[in-house]
């Protein structure tokens, strides 16, 4: 199924209400890709979606897919991999359990005219999608979570390979916010894009993003660290790399609302602590190792060079580094990585 949009997500559930309405909304437009664990059902099938079963995945990327851990979420990097052999030249990164707004998948553009968030190293990007609301984003510093940044008085256009679109009704915040506030959410659908200046971090992630095709090397999602965790390490590598070549993350009003699969909240918290004592330290040592990067080096190289600085300082493990030179590999064998990125 040859495409040049693509859909990717991962299951352990027979079949949800979500990626029905997924299929039905983007059938005969995109590419849908279903990723398999080895607790997904063995049958698992749905009309117009590609299924990639354990067996499957070995069949088609052999030692990589036996690299990428079992019962693990980063599954989807053999996902990402499929699209782009399959002709992806943009992404749509979704969960199972976000049911699509008519607006899913609709006007997307890697040019975005919108407002430049700076004037803070970590900003609260969720607080400007919402008036007089408490809640923050996932992988936010929790002291971190009244710092909102200022928003530039008037749109500019910025080119932003990676967008990220919110998520209404039950978006994607941390256990501590679940564990503490109750209620349903919803964020203005007619709140501008919000573009970050470099050096102002806030986290995305792999919920309802979009990544056009130079920034397809970005999407690996690390192996060996939390489960919670996995996806904000990679939007903190993204940005860091993106803003070597001077291209932007861009935030966007929700296309989705999530009917949140059964989660514990204990757990998700026990995975979630590891970003409360880290994400401050990881995102010093990406700035410092930023510095140093070549400007001649491609976004690939710089990616690389970044997540060795987090494996230097005992984030990643020397596994991890490995795998990623697989990732890479992976992704040069089907042409997806460019040469260069012009600066």
Same mark, same amino acid.
């Given at each position: 199924?040859?495409r040049d949009?693509?859909i990717?997500?991962?299951?352990?559930?027979?079949?949800?209400?979500?990626?029905a309405?997924i299929?039905k909304?983007?059938?005969?437009?995109w590419?849908?890709?279903v990723v398999g664990?080895?607790n997904t059902p063995?049958d698992?099938?749905?009309?117009?979606?590609e299924?990639l079963?354990v067996?499957r995945?070995k069949e088609l990327?052999?030692?990589?897919?036996?690299l990428?851990p079992?019962r693990h979420?980063?599954? =989807?990097?053999?996902?990402y991999?499929?699209?782009i052999?399959?002709?992806a030249k943009l992404?749509l990164?979704i969960?199972?359990d976000n049911i699509?707004?008519?607006?899913?998948?609709?006007?997307l553009?890697?040019?975005?005219?919108?407002r430049?968030?700076?004037?803070?190293?970590?900003?609260?990007?969720?607080?400007?999608?919402?008036?007089?609301?408490?809640i923050?984003?996932?992988g936010?510093p929790?002291d971190?979570?009244?710092?909102?940044?200022e928003?530039s008085?008037?749109?500019?256009s910025?080119?932003?390979?990676?967008q990220?679109?919110?998520a209404?009704?039950d978006p994607?915040?941390?256990a501590?916010?679940?564990?503490t506030?109750?209620?349903e959410?919803?964020?203005? =659908?007619?709140?501008?894009p919000?573009?970050l200046?470099?050096e102002?971090?806030?986290?995305?992630?792999?919920?309802?993003t979009?990544?056009?095709?130079?920034?397809?090397?970005?999407l690996?999602l690390p192996?060996?660290?939390?489960?919670?965790?996995t996806?904000?390490w990679r939007?903190f590598?993204a940005?860091?790399a993106l803003w070597?070549h001077?291209?932007?993350?861009?935030?966007?009003?929700p296309?989705?609302q999530q009917?949140r699969n059964q989660h514990?909240l204990k757990?998700?918290l026990?995975?979630?602590l590891?970003?409360y004592?880290?994400?401050?330290k990881?995102?010093?040592?990406l700035s410092?190792m930023?510095e140093t990067i070549?400007?001649?080096?491609?976004?690939?190289?710089?990616?690389l060079?970044?997540w060795?600085s987090?494996?230097?300082?005992?984030i990643?493990?020397?596994?991890?580094?490995?795998?990623?030179r697989?990732w890479?590999?992976?992704c040069?064998s089907i042409?997806?990585?460019?040469?260069?990125?012009s600066?």
């Open positions: 199924m040859n949009r693509w990717v997500l991962t299951t352990i559930q027979a079949s949800t209400p979500a990626l309405d299929a909304l983007c059938h005969g437009e590419g849908i890709v664990d080895i063995a698992w099938s749905h009309q117009g979606v299924f079963s067996e995945q990327f052999g030692t990589f897919a036996e990428i079992y979420y980063c599954r =989807k990097n053999l996902g991999l499929y699209a052999q399959n002709g992404i990164d969960d199972d699509p707004y008519e607006s899913f998948g609709h006007g553009d890697r040019e975005v005219t919108g430049l968030l700076n004037g803070a190293q970590w900003a609260n990007v969720y607080r400007h999608f919402i008036e007089d609301t408490r923050w984003p996932r936010l929790l971190e979570i009244e710092s909102t940044g928003l008085a008037h749109a500019q910025f080119t932003c390979p990676i990220q679109f919110l209404d009704n994607d915040v941390d501590i916010f679940r564990l506030t109750t209620g959410f919803f964020f203005r =659908k007619d709140a501008p919000i573009v200046e470099q102002c971090w806030s986290p995305f992630n792999s919920q309802n979009v990544f056009f095709a130079e920034a397809f090397p970005l690996y192996c060996h660290v939390s489960f919670r965790m996806d904000i939007s590598v940005q860091a070597h001077n291209l932007r993350v861009s935030f966007h009003a296309t989705v009917r514990d757990k998700d026990a995975q979630e590891i970003g004592m880290s994400n401050r990881i995102v010093q040592t410092e930023r070549p400007p001649s080096d491609s976004l690939e190289s710089a990616a060079r970044l060795q987090l494996e230097s300082i005992g990643i493990l020397p596994e991890e580094i490995a795998i990623l697989e890479f590999a992976e040069k042409g997806s990585v460019s040469r260069s990125t600066r």
